[in-house]
DNA sequence: CTGAAAGCGCTTACAG
DNA sequence: CTGAAAGCGCTTACAG
């Protein structure tokens, strides 16, 4: 049923039906009620690629993900099409993993669709693609690069709040050697992410020590390699916070396998709080990123630039906070460390 | 750049320019050349807009998931996008979980959107939406309801493999009395999978005892509830099958938590073989359905319409194998047992 | 082998 | 307050 056929039925021009369709003030109550009958009675869906070429706005948000897989994108995921149902978006979803062409492809198929913005879930979107959204004026909101421009704003993470909590809790629980393990070497994130850890440690008055400071990768495996270094230190620290919960899980169970009780002889601290942080033995300790805000942030960002997609974007920040679950625990003082003294 | 301004540029006519972008052998060489000149420095992408408006197909296949949070489904996501991706197709995701409406708000979302094809990824999409997309000459892929039609194609699941593997597995460690949680009872999966569990159970030599089986939800609350109920029984299985793996992992954390070595005192095996499986402690072993060969399935379903959306669908199906990690291990001929005898 | 023309289903100035 | 008309950027018979 299109346009044309409601016009038919309820006796008027299709401009009259597109007005009562799109909630015109500009028709006589009457006439739209005739209309908006017809409506219902005939299930009329309208016919989106119409709409847009015509309008030139499709409602749809395009979504460039780094891999799915990782627990940490479905929830924000699921978040964002929650919001954007609600608001009559769709979504347009592309996996960049794998794709010889990093988002290259993607970009080019988003900008086939004439999407209306890009929410960017990447820690390293490339140039050459973000230019050519930019040259399409297509808004886009990136995660966690603290860069903004015209029709680009930012979603950052402050870990401060939830290392801040994390530090004093560790402190309490007579916590004096705290180690790290960070993401990825060459990534700003990882960076930002350690600079964060050094200051809110620094704030609770902890030494900073540089063999207490590993790189990861973001990854189980990252995590297991970083703490097998750490505990086989001559004094190694009692409890240590991770770049994200990947890197926690990994350095639980290889801890695990060296023989150590988690939450007894060593203190282990997750970011992010992906669901199965509370599904490993013992239940990760860790600060929690709130995925709604980040999704709900994500929206407000492109929904934000509407008919003006190249004024300056904002900057947009989520905090963590402290969740407490049973991998982490008193300080221990090894028997063997003060027998050999 | 539009159609027009290359055709211009190249000197020929925007149906030559068609032609030539669509690959169409009917233009001379000479002039496909020039034009595909054109077309690479001016960096041309078409509008998918006008294309579908025009010729009716999208390329764009919707995907229906219940909740894209639960592990399952991103693996299948990730690939079905990869093999989209491959061939030029797009994807449109749409999570009905708490969404009032159910599929409805998704269909005709989906449906606004002339999408070319929907794979529904729930076990119970409902009736009156898949009649608005047949209804729409819309194909459809469904997932483990072995229900063809005209555009409508089913991938199943058969677990006997699995089960078959699992339960000579088990007899070879002297298991003799496995037991069985299963999914939510009002769901035809669920019956089903029970079915198959039964049919390998004897199909082993094995007794089929009622109080051995229990029904679950699918979820980590399910599986520790159910096992709750089966460690207490006088005589306890040694040995227990899932329905899937989230049911597996909470009845491995509720058997531990009541004091039980699983692997040891207890034996469960899970189904799907989702990442974390082998993030618990101990690993679980699990019946591994291949992802890549769902989402595989799932794509050729709705290629397989092509042209002809209202011809019969086809019955696909995609087996389980046995993955043997550490939540499994010998039967154990409990002390207390012997000597109350 | 090539181009002029119609048309997909809408929206939106414009005129009345 | 309402409608006729143009046009968004393509594809596709049709004619030559």
């Known amino acids: 049923m299109r346009m044309t056929d409601i016009a038919r039925l309820a006796g008027v021009s299709t401009s009259t039906v597109s007005r009562v369709f799109h909630g015109s003030p500009l028709v006589n109550e009457e006439t739209a009620q005739r209309v908006r009958a017809v409506l219902n009675d005939s299930r009329y869906i309208p016919d989106g690629l119409a709409r847009g070429l ?26 964002f099409e929650s919001i ?43 140039r050459r693609s973000m230019d ?18 015209p029709g680009l704003s930012d979603i950052a993470v402050d870990n401060l709040p939830g290392m801040i909590q994390g530090m004093a809790y560790l402190d309490n629980l007579g916590h004096k050697k705290i180690g790290y393990i960070g993401g990825l070497p060459g990534e700003a994130i990882s960076k930002h992410r350690r600079g964060e850890f050094i200051h809110a440690l620094k704030k609770q008055g902890f030494a900073v020590r540089s063999e207490y400071i590993k790189a990861g990768d973001f990854r189980i495996s990252g995590g297991a390699a970083a703490i097998q270094e750490l505990l086989v230190l001559n004094d190694p620290p009692t409890a240590i916070f991770t770049a994200n919960d990947m890197t926690a899980i990994g350095a639980l169970h290889a801890a695990q396998k060296m023989g150590y009780k ?12 992906i669901a199965f942080a509370e599904m490993t033995t013992p239940a990760l300790t860790t600060l929690r990123l709130s995925r709604p805000r980040m999704a ?19 900057q947009y920040t989520v905090k963590t906070s402290l969740v407490i679950r049973d991998s982490t625990g008193p300080a221990k003082v090894k028997k063997n460390q003060r027998s050999s003294r």
Chains 1, 2 share one sequence.
Do not use: C
């Open 262 to 273: 988690v939450g007894e002889d060593i203190s282990i601290i997750g970011l992010d709080d």
């Open 54 to 79: 015509k309008s030139g706005i499709t409602n749809i948000y395009g979504l460039v993900i780094t891999d799915i897989t990782n627990p940490f994108f479905p929830e924000i995921v699921k978040e």
């Open 296 to 314: 709900r942030a994500f929206f407000d960002a492109l929904d934000y630039f509407g008919s003006r997609p190249s004024s300056i974007g904002q």
């Open 84 to 126: 954007a149902a609600e608001r009559s978006r769709e979504i347009m979803l592309t996996n960049i993993d794998f794709h010889k062409n990093g988002m290259g492809d993607s970009v080019r198929r988003l900008l086939t669709w004439k999407v209306d913005g890009v929410a960017i879930l990447t820690s390293n979107p490339d």
């Open 132 to 149: 050519d959204l930019t040259a399409n004026s297509i808004p886009m909101a990136t995660l966690d690069r603290r860069l903004l421009g």
